[in-house]
């Protein structure tokens, strides 16, 4: 039962913009082809040329060994360092002097970092961690708010060959705890606080649950930021601001093999306990490297800001290691996108004469509900390539993105790709693909992508099914931590021998890829698998809709019905007209079989703190069960609390 009905119709198309393309570092499809035909009948002369790109210490001997299925390795005999690849490459010429980082706290003070300085930074950090006795083969757990220190934090650990495992500022003492255990860390490294929606947000208490009675953590590093009052170990705790003044700002990097860890980052399984997600160093800065340097089209005076935090895989591979991996000039932000004002994104754009920008569908919807004057009060023209990650955009987010961000001159990359992938994996080129609004395009070099069902076949144009990888590549995850046949069972056992990660999509006649979310969220009306995403935009595209989520909810007649969890825009009433108002439209747009059987109205959906709808707890409100699931990584559990309130 792999198979999915596709309902959604999207026909415009936008080629690249000329301007755009007179520039662009791949501009012609011909080239392009070859490039792309060459990195799948010849992959280890692509990926080896690419990765004479990078510093080597020492020289790979061999591009790929695929011997041991499913655990690749990449780039075997070769030694390279992560933190040289991101800066010691670029102080011998003109970059040493460009900016590495800019970064802008919630309260507007900025700090700007060259690649000299933030090397200089970098190694001071490094030599504080070996001050304390980390040393190489260690995990380091990394719970901090998004400063400059964050960067300089994962970059010193990589320095020294001990791998980070970064877990997300706004994840609870618990989530913190589990991951530390299931790592084996041997420090932490904090701050005092951060800056959230205009107040401190705590960092360190969260810190001392953690840890408490956790043998394996000998320090905890404090960096300070917000100067609130912590609570303090002595032993234990100490003061990176104490520390670093006492240590050289001279550190060698440690040379480490490709295969040697760089880091760990957790992903919630639908199951339970967290995912160590195994990245190594070789092959995942060489995807890195150049999925940033086609896909955002980087060159020396470009401005860059991906809006993700580190905590997740976009601030690792598209914030830290591939943009400074290709000596670019990156914009960190610490606060909330409307703090202090609807306008903060734009407004940062502006000051700091962003080019390319990066950000996720969920934000854009927030910023289409504000409203278009605010980005209009913002002189937004220097932005060139716009682009989105997270979740499929629907059309009408896409759309309102190209007009009002965009003013219909920037192209814009939508990338589908997973912490598993390490680096992006379909996405336009921005130079190169015409896109279509909502489809991810098409996949990267090296990406044998193909959609199959469950024996391995390929399935026709424009039939949904697995999202599928059929080879290697070099930014693959390597094994979830400690637990080898758990990675196989989730991600190679679906259709035997191929890498598949939960995603439903379709190709289409172009060979475009449309992702249409996961395939745990299908639902069956009548037999008739329909993909989550494709209900949903049909919603969105109703102009007093916000925001759309839907579930399957067991039916009677049908086996499964459709329930749909909508927000309005301000003013718009409520009521059962607009419930029938709604459902028509779906039925028009898509068809009469994709109509919601039930439509409650919500204030705001629950998601996580990566935006990502989380629709296992409306699939149970829906049902009328309470939720027994893990929840630990909602955002706002009032809105739970809302949802299951109307529910009584
Ligand atoms: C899942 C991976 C990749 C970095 C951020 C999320 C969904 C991601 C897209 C896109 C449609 C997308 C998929 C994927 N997803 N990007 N452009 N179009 N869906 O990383 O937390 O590992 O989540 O996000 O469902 O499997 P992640």
């Given at each position: 039962m792999s198979e999915i009905e596709s309902v959604l119709h999207e026909d415009r198309r936008f080629p690249p913009p000329a301007e755009f393309q007179r520039q662009a570092r791949l501009s012609s499809p011909a080239e392009y082809e070859a490039l792309y035909r060459e990195s799948i009948d010849d992959p280890e002369a692509f990926w080896g040329r690419v990765a004479r790109e990078l510093p080597w210490m020492k020289p790979f001997e061999r591009v790929l060994d695929w011997s041991n299925k499913p655990f690749a390795r990449w780039f075997t005999g070769g030694k390279l360092n992560a933190s040289a690849v991101c800066l010691d490459q670029h102080l011998a010429g003109a970059r040493a002097d460009a900016r590495a980082i800019v970064w802008e706290g919630e309260p507007g003070d900025v700090r700007t970092l060259t690649y000299r300085e933030l090397h200089a930074e970098v190694c001071r950090f490094a030599n504080v961690l070996k001050s304390r006795g980390v040393q190489k083969g260690d995990r380091v757990a990394i719970y901090m708010p998004m400063i400059p220190e964050l960067a300089m934090a994962v970059l010193a650990c990589a320095r020294i060959g001990a791998a980070h495992s970064v877990v997300f500022g706004g994840f609870s003492a618990q989530a913190l705890r589990d991951r530390i255990e299931d790592g084996g860390c041997s420090a932490v490294i904090t701050a005092d606080g951060g800056w959230r929606r205009g107040s401190v947000l705590a960092l360190k208490p969260e810190v001392d649950t953690a840890v408490d009675g956790i043998p394996s953590v000998h320090t905890v590093l404090v960096v300070r930021r917000t100067e609130n009052e912590v609570a303090w170990t002595p032993g234990r705790d100490v003061w990176y601001h104490e520390l670093a003044?006492?240590?050289?700002?001279?550190?060698?990097?440690?040379?480490?093999?490709?295969?040697?860890?760089?880091?760990?980052?957790?992903?919630?399984?639908?199951?339970?306990?967290?995912?160590?997600?195994?990245?190594?160093?070789?092959?995942?800065?060489?995807?890195?490297?150049?999925?940033?340097?086609?896909?955002?089209?980087?060159?020396?005076?470009?401005?860059?800001?991906?809006?993700?935090?580190?905590?997740?895989?976009?601030?690792?591979?598209?914030i830290v290691y591939g943009p400074l991996a290709n000596g670019a000039t990156v914009v960190m932000y610490e606060g909330a996108p409307t703090t202090p004002h609807p306008g903060r994104f734009w407004e940062l754009c502006a000051k700091h004469g962003v080019t390319v920008f990066y950000t996720a569908p969920t934000a854009i919807r927030t910023f289409m509900r504000l409203g278009e004057e605010h980005p209009a009060k913002h002189d937004l023209s220097k932005l060139r390539l716009l682009g989105t990650v997270g979740e499929a955009i629907n059309p009408e987010a896409w759309m309102w993105y190209h007009r009002v961000i965009g003013a219909e001159r920037c192209p814009i990359v939508d990338t589908w790709w997973q912490t598993e992938t390490g680096a992006i994996m379909l996405t336009p080129l921005p130079g190169v693909t015409a896109t279509k609004p909502g489809s991810a395009t098409r996949p990267f070099f090296g990406v044998d992508a193909a959609i199959l069902d469950e024996r391995g076949n390929e399935l026709p144009a424009n039939q949904g099914g697995l999202m599928c990888i059929r080879k290697p590549w070099p930014s693959m995850l390597r094994g979830i931590w400690g637990d080898d046949k758990r990675f196989v069972d989730t991600y190679w056992s679906t259709v035997p021998g191929v890498y598949f990660a939960g995603d439903g999509a379709r190709r289409d006649e172009d060979g475009y890829f449309w992702i249409m979310g996961r395939v745990d969220d299908v639902i069956n009306v009548s037999g008739h698998r329909l993909s989550t995403m494709e209900v949903e935009s049909a919603l969105v595209s109703h102009p007093k809709v916000c925001e759309a989520a839907v579930v399957a909810r067991p039916d009677d007649l049908t086996g499964q019905a459709i329930a749909a969890f909508v927000t309005v825009g301000g003013g718009v009433a409520i009521d059962d007209a607009l419930r029938s108002e709604l459902g028509e439209h779906v039925a028009t747009e898509i068809g009469k079989l994709a109509r919601p059987k039930e439509i409650r109205f919500t204030d705001a959906l629950p998601k996580t703190r990566s935006g990502k709808i989380m629709r296992r707890l409306l699939r149970d409100i829906a049902a009328g069960v309470e939720t027994v699931g893990d929840t630990s990584t909602i955002e706002d559990y009032s809105v739970l609390a809302k949802l299951r309130g109307d529910e009584a």
């Open positions: 003044p006492k240590v050289s700002a001279d550190c060698p990097p440690e040379p480490m093999e490709a295969e040697d860890l760089l880091f760990l980052l957790y992903t919630s399984g639908s199951t339970g306990k967290p995912k160590g997600i195994v990245h190594t160093t070789g092959g995942y800065l060489v995807g890195t490297y150049l999925t940033t340097r086609y896909v955002f089209d980087l060159r020396d005076d470009d401005v860059y800001w991906c809006t993700a935090d580190v905590g997740w895989i976009t601030g690792h591979s598209y």
